[in-house]
């Protein structure tokens, strides 16, 4: 008995420390989040269309994927746009070519 009251009263604090770090922890995790996705917007929102063509996007997906709620994250968005579009160009290019190739092989 007096070991499990000798426990309780130690565990208290000991859970409350670690409660109050973990979210110490967590907000500083949203905070730094929060900055970050900020400051990619404004990086983003600094770049011409060509440039945001060479990295795959468009001037409206920055748009749409910042006026997201600022709880999910805009770059995660961008990168599956992206994707996306790198992949749609690729297969419009082998259809191009095994369009060519039907082509040539029709002419000879």
């Known amino acids: 008995m ?13 859970l409350a420390v670690h409660f109050a770090r973990d979210l110490a922890l967590g907000i500083g995790a949203a905070v730094t989040a929060i900055i970050n996705r900020f400051e990619t917007a404004r990086a983003l929102s600094n770049y011409d269309s060509r440039m945001l063509a060479d990295i ?3 001037p409206e997906d920055v748009q749409s994927a910042f006026a997201e709620p600022i709880w999910r994250d ?15 160009a690729r297969e419009t290019r082998r259809a191009d070519i095994a369009a060519k190739t039907k082509m040539t092989e029709l002419v000879h």
């Open 2 to 14: 007096a070991f499990s009251i000798h426990t309780s009263r130690w565990l208290a604090p000991t």
């Open 56 to 58: 795959g996007l468009r």
């Open 74 to 88: 805009p770059t995660r968005r961008l990168a599956v746009i992206a994707i996306e579009r790198r992949c749609a």
